[in-house]
């Protein structure tokens, strides 16, 4: 990697960690929120839920400014936001307001996505790499949030807890804002590549940036790609009607479609995750020096941290073998896994480990994967704009996982919400099979 793209990858990874830092360790406050506002996994479920739409409902307005707003002005902008809805959190008296706490730090996070994979797609050479550096700075955020979480929760009040998690917002711009580099440095590469990604069998030569349909000539009519100056961006509602009517008229209909279908197994899985390992026997709470001690918290970090080798090997991967196929394996394993994890937690502690540890490293190896299709389905000007489209899949749609499993395990099993979870996976993968079968 030369030096922009260092510095370039250097700024989203602090982005992305702060993200997930705090995105999944809401999961550990779960299982406090329900005895502190004495309410069920059904209600708590919608709220979470709601929160976590809002990251991916955001996305597409910010996708829109992702492509004429400077990438460093919005992730700036995030981080803080993010820290200020925990800040808020912290102080919440009633389910009321912890919603609205929830609820502002979700309309800040929804502006990440969008601006950090796009630069990511503008500004670096090697994209694969980048996208590999980025997605494991993520399960950084993804695992300390949740193992930070743990160990103060034995020490301290969810308050305090909540409150201490504002720093890492804090240090977070802090450290991005003496980062300099050029935003637009990749796009003369992929120019020069005579397209976007295009892969060994010929599915996208020249200019078509949309799909092997000849779409991509059409979105791409405007000329040269764009910059963060607005040069080919959204300007308007009609203009946005229409390109997304052109995103949507080729492959990125079905990309968007598995991005709706990955967001609902990941929220699925892990929103009540720590609750479905705490109701389990053999992580009953422990008394350690006086202090409750929930092993279930640990094991659930520590599946997260595999999660960070997950996607630093999807990122590879997408390097190495055409993303469609890996796509396709992946979710493959997926389903399997999900039908593996409650035989898995009967049979003993071993099983279970590896199931988990499993289920981590392969949900997470998806999310760099998805971000590749994206990019060879799309032209770089309306990057913002695409990548704003797959985060309301992602984290939209995918929020009715939250809920879901909420309902799933207030009303039936934890059986049955795996079960839901791997025919989602199964689905994917079906979708997965058509984009392959597209660029054969």
């Not at 709706?260 to 479905?276: C, I, Q, S």
Request: glycine share 14%.
């Amino acid at each position: 990697m030369n030096r922009n793209d260092r510095a370039i990858t250097l700024f989203t990874m602090l982005g992305h960690a702060t993200f997930h830092t705090y995105e999944l360790v809401v999961p550990i406050f779960v299982v406090v929120w329900l005895d502190a506002f004495s309410t069920t996994p059904a209600f708590l479920g919608l709220l979470v839920g709601a929160s976590y739409a809002c990251t991916g409902l955001g996305a597409l307005p910010s996708g829109v400014l992702a492509d004429r707003v400077s990438a460093r002005r919005l992730i700036v902008a995030c981080v803080a936001g993010m820290g200020g809805g925990f800040l808020l959190v912290s102080a919440a008296p009633n389910l009321a307001v912890l919603g609205v706490g929830l609820l502002v730090w979700g309309v800040a996070a929804s502006v990440y996505h969008p601006a950090g994979l796009s630069l990511i797609s503008r500004g670096t050479t090697e994209r694969g790499t980048a996208f590999a550096y980025h997605g494991a700075a993520g399960n950084v955020g993804v695992a300390t949030g949740p193992l930070l979480g743990s160990v103060l929760l034995a020490f301290l009040g969810w308050r305090t807890v909540a409150a201490v998690l504002v720093v890492p917002a804090v240090l977070a711009v802090g450290l991005a804002l003496r980062l300099e580099f050029d935003e637009t440095a990749g796009v003369d590469v992929d120019d020069a590549d005579g397209g976007e990604d295009a892969d060994a069998d010929g599915a996208n030569d020249g200019d078509e940036a949309i799909d092997a349909d000849g779409a991509g000539d059409r979105a791409g009519a405007d000329g040269d790609d764009a910059a963060p100056d607005g040069r080919g961006a959204v300007t308007g509602l009609r203009e946005f009607v229409s390109r997304s009517g052109l995103l949507f008229a080729g492959g990125f209909l079905f990309v968007f479609l598995v991005g709706n279908l990955y967001g609902l197994y990941y929220r699925g899985a892990f929103t009540f995750l720590p609750e479905v390992l705490a109701g389990l026997p053999r992580f009953a709470p422990v008394d350690l020096a006086g202090r409750t001690v929930e092993p279930s918290r640990y094991v659930y970090s520590g599946l997260l941290v595999l999660g960070g080798a997950g996607q630093y090997a999807g990122g590879k991967l997408v390097d190495r073998y055409e993303a469609e196929r890996v796509l396709v394996a992946n979710f493959a394993v997926l389903a399997v896994v999900a039908l593996a994890f409650v035989p898995a937690a009967n049979a003993g502690l071993g099983p279970l480990l590896v199931v988990s540890g499993t289920l981590g490293f392969f949900v997470f190896l998806e999310a760099p994967v998805n971000q590749e299709v994206v990019s060879k389905y799309v032209p770089a000007d309306l990057r913002g704009l695409s990548f704003g489209w797959t985060y309301v899949a992602v984290f939209g749609v995918g929020a009715l996982g939250s809920a879901v499993a909420g309902v799933v395990l207030t009303r039936w099993s934890p059986a049955v919400l795996f079960a839901l979870l791997a025919a989602l996976a199964v689905l994917a993968g079906a979708v997965g099979v058509h984009l392959t079968r597209r660029g054969d």
